[in-house]
């Protein structure tokens, strides 16, 4: 999706290579990921006219081979006097009678509720037909002062959903209602929240966009902690709880989750969707700016989609792994040792033969800035792309985190002890 004609990339050396993205505007959150006719689509908040967060759209990507993406119509717009006419925001994809039909939360006004709104896609997820329908509005309990981001799943058979959600007394919930009925949603309560005993690591004042897939027969429970200290809200990294599902004696689904943990270990990471496609679980995320709005402003553009990843539960914790389709990118092999110079798109896997240290700075003639560093005794691979920079460590989660190298700053791995390093450039197919 990058293109040597974009003034944005001519100009901003932060500008990833390979990461989906649109040349222009502002990106958060993916919504609607799903796998049609041998094509990936990845849906996401996009306001193509400012990179700041404002008259929230859907943008759309697509790919036939998780490798090379092309940029695709706003999918979703805000509607004037619809129940979405301040922002389409965060949300899935469903699939109502072969109908392919996007979920999301409507915003309607500064007061920022949200309701459950539908949209119907034509085949190709091309073009949408937006005509205001609301499956569930915000619920009369008194207690729940914030709800959205809607997550569609199947248990037993059956079609239900949950919304994230903050309560009056601060704490981080999740709603579960029955939605056979796609376009009128059965409210069943608060299902889960902060307090219980599994959630330590999930503390929050609301749970933002829940996610709930079934890993290596084990229910993962994705959750983004969005959090309020001194009057203002703060997006505080993304945890998973990992447990089993049973049925509450009425037929209706029970999560009873066991362990707690952080999903991704960088400071630039959040509101992750989490997909079923075949054999496997997929997920995308958000990585925002580090840098200052300002330049952010200048460049034109902010916020990228994290590399597909995939996700599995070994010895009752999670593992994410970049897809396997990655190595696809691997163009030039370099010569890589124990201080190896990388490019700005690059990709390294260290494989330690003991303990190791490794280390990922930006270095020059006037200095070196440590960005990572990890000791270890199992694999870490690294993918850089101008900006991002995510690390997918053997057997555990990911670190997702943005830097920005200047004028003559060179990316530097440092690998001390006992290993072997392979680096590769990388670019398109």
């Not at 759309?60 to 695709?72: F, I, M, Q, Y």
């Not at 897939?213 to 229910?219: M, S």
């Not at 991704?264 to 997909?275: E, F, L, N, R, T």
């Not at 054999?279 to 700016?289: N, Q, T």
């Amino acid at each position: 999706m990058n293109s040597s004609a974009s003034p944005t990339v001519a100009v901003d050396r932060a500008f990833p290579t390979l990461h989906p993205r649109p040349q222009q505007g502002w990106l958060n959150d993916p919504n609607g990921i799903c796998y049609r006719d041998g094509r990936w689509h990845v849906f996401f908040q996009h306001n193509p006219d400012s990179a700041r967060h404002a008259a929230i759209t859907w943008g759309h990507v697509s790919s036939p081979d998780l490798l090379r993406w092309e940029e695709e119509p706003v999918a979703l717009r805000p509607q004037p006097g619809g129940p979405d006419a301040l922002g389409c925001w965060s949300g899935v994809m469903a699939d109502e009678n072969g109908v392919p039909t996007a979920v999301y939360s409507g915003v309607q006004d500064a007061s920022g509720h949200a309701q459950v709104t539908l949209a119907r896609g034509s085949a190709d997820l091309r073009t949408w037909q937006q005509d205001g329908e609301v499956a569930a509005g915000i619920p009369a309990d008194q207690s729940i002062t914030d709800v959205r981001d809607p997550f569609v799943f199947r248990w037993n058979g059956a079609r239900y959903a949950i919304q994230g959600a903050g309560l009056e007394d601060g704490r981080g919930a999740l709603l579960l209602y029955d939605a056979t009925e796609l376009s009128a949603w059965t409210y069943l309560g608060i299902w889960l929240t902060t307090e219980h005993p599994a959630a330590a690591a999930a503390q929050a004042n609301i749970w933002e966009c829940p996610q709930l897939v079934e890993v290596d027969g084990r229910w993962v429970l994705i959750v983004s902690l969005w959090k309020r200290r001194n009057g203002e809200h703060h997006l505080s990294g993304v945890a998973h709880l990992i447990g089993s599902m049973h049925d509450d004696g009425d037929g209706r689904p029970v999560y009873e989750p066991e362990t707690c943990a952080a999903t991704d270990g960088g400071p630039d990471y959040y509101a992750p969707q989490a997909v079923p496609v075949g054999d496997r679980v997929m997920l995308w995320g958000w990585s925002w700016e580090s840098r200052a709005e300002e330049e952010a402003d200048a460049a034109g553009w902010a916020g990228v989609l994290t590399f597909p990843r995939e996700l599995g539960v070994v010895d009752g914790e999670l593992v994410v792994k970049p897809a396997r389709e990655l190595v696809g990118y691997r163009r030039s092999a370099r010569v890589a040792g124990a201080v190896t110079e990388l490019p700005a798109v690059a990709e390294a896997v260290v494989s330690p033969r003991g303990d190791a240290r490794v280390s990922l700075a930006l270095v020059s003639p006037s200095g070196s800035r440590e960005l990572y560093s990890v000791e270890t005794a199992r694999g870490v691979r690294v993918l850089l792309d101008a900006s991002i920079v995510e690390v997918y460590r053997e057997g555990s989660t990911a670190v997702t985190f943005r830097a920005y190298p200047v004028q003559d700053e060179k990316w530097e791995l440092t690998v001390t002890g006992s290993a072997v390093v392979e680096a590769w450039e990388l670019g398109l197919p």
